[in-house]
């Protein structure tokens, strides 16, 4: 079976004013730009990140938030747009009522694929309304239709997938936290990586972001050890608690709308390339701290930890990389896994049904080809096709 790729980056400039993102989507074999965003960062030094994932690739920015209120029937409003999802196409109607536009001569409205630019001369000066560089999919550009009516500016966009619900024309931390359920449909999310406090800040977030209970594999061992991890580890080693970490993991495989961060180092399963039996039960998530400087560095250096599969991490269905870390940006590698995870899902919308397979017939370690009922784990599989859903 065929396994695309997909990678991140979230590039940190040291500019105070301006910090700069571009996205990639693309297979192994293949790597197209897909567009850039730029926004003012809280922190006027901030660091870098990179993300990588299993399945698609691109580079995510600090959410500009929007104000999303729901997906299908209701617009959403903001100070200067509402915003509709009317099935095969979206509506945008921006107000023009402060803008002093006269006729459609005065206004410039540019779609891409997952860009959008709308301007207008506002007494012989052109005013930016809409810009944005990250729409929530991706449009037919040729199909757009705009009309002024009133005073709003009318702009209908063809989708290229009719079946996703938008919450909004952008795609933020906002509209992927709103628009998460309809795709994750329940799987849970396990974030796993080499440090356990950036697992466990991350998978705050996302919990919170979406809705699902988060929990912490750190959190339940100590409370049930009555003990720290570094004086479990100093009394027994890493591999007991690492076995104890897999027990917790199984338990909480069966649980749906979870976000279950991980122990990091040489302590978590995760690290162990046979220990992911569990893991797969839901999305899992690799934060990777790395050393790139650039884009192309990234993309090299994760293409090959998901090739070589050393590490137990490059079993993960995403990788975000990252480069220096700040508690600040929690939430914007948070919205990068969430952007990640719904372009893996939308190369596959059948990956969440199939994750409840596995789960339903044990976890027996065949993800991602599946086998059928009464297959056992400790045969050595030949011959058996993959089971069918």
């Known amino acids: 079976m ?7 980056l979230l590039k940190f400039s040291h500019n105070p004013n301006t910090t700069t993102a571009t996205t990639y989507t693309n297979t192994l074999s293949h790597l197209q730009p897909k567009h850039s965003s730029s926004f003012r960062p809280k922190n006027p030094y901030p660091p870098r990140f990179f993300t990588t994932n299993g399945n698609a690739s691109f580079n995510n920015s600090h959410p500009r938030f929007s104000r999303a209120r729901g997906l299908s029937s209701l617009p959403l409003s903001t100070n200067n747009y509402e915003f509709f999802d009317n099935s095969s196409e979206v509506e945008l109607r921006v107000h023009l009522k402060d803008q002093n536009v006269r006729s459609s001569k005065d206004v410039f409205v540019d779609a891409n694929e997952t860009s959008l630019t709308i301007r207008a001369l ?29 005073d709003q500016l009318v702009v209908i966009l063809k989708k ?14 906002e509209s992927l936290t709103v628009g ?39 959190e339940l061992l100590e409370n049930f050890a009555k003990q720290t ?5 100093l009394s027994e080693s890493s591999d007991s608690v690492a076995e104890a970490e897999s027990a917790i993991l199984e338990s909480l495989s069966s ?18 390339t046979d220990k992911w039996r569990h ?13 790139a400087i650039d884009e192309d560095s990234a993309k090299e250096e994760a293409r090959k930890h ?11 269905d995403v990788v975000v990389k990252f480069q220096g870390w700040d508690t600040d940006y929690a939430k914007s590698l948070a919205q990068a896994c969430l952007s990640a995870l719904k372009q893996l899902i939308l190369s596959d919308k059948k990956l969440p049904g199939k994750k409840s397979l596995y789960i339903r017939l044990g976890c027996r370690g065949d993800w991602p080809n599946i086998k059928p009922p009464g297959w056992d784990p400790s045969s050595a599989g030949g011959g058996v096709s993959p089971a069918t859903f």
Do not use: C
């Not at 290229?160 to 931390?173: G, N």
């Open 180 to 218: 998460s359920s309809q795709l994750l449909k329940g799987a849970s999310i396990y974030i796993v990586g080499e440090s356990t406090n950036i697992n466990q800040q991350v998978a705050k977030e996302l919990a919170v972001g979406i809705g699902y209970t988060p929990f912490s594999t750190k």
């Open 255 to 272: 649980h749906v709308r979870t976000v279950v961060a991980t122990l990091g180092g040489q302590q978590g399963t995760a690290r162990r």
């Open 2 to 8: 065929a396994t695309s790729f997909s990678l991140s």
């Open 229 to 233: 991890i570094d004086s479990w580890v």
């Open 160 to 173: 290229q997938d009719p079946d996703l619900k938008w919450p909004d024309i952008m795609e933020s931390w």
């Open 306 to 316: 998901v090739q070589d599969g050393g590490s137990g991490y490059s079993k993960a």
């Open 122 to 150: 506002n007494s012989g000066s052109p005013t930016t309304l809409i810009e944005t560089n990250r729409l929530f999919d991706r449009v037919k550009p040729a199909e757009t239709i705009w009309l002024i009516d009133d």
């Open 279 to 291: 893991l797969h039960a839901g999305f899992t998530v690799w934060l990777s701290q790395t050393e």
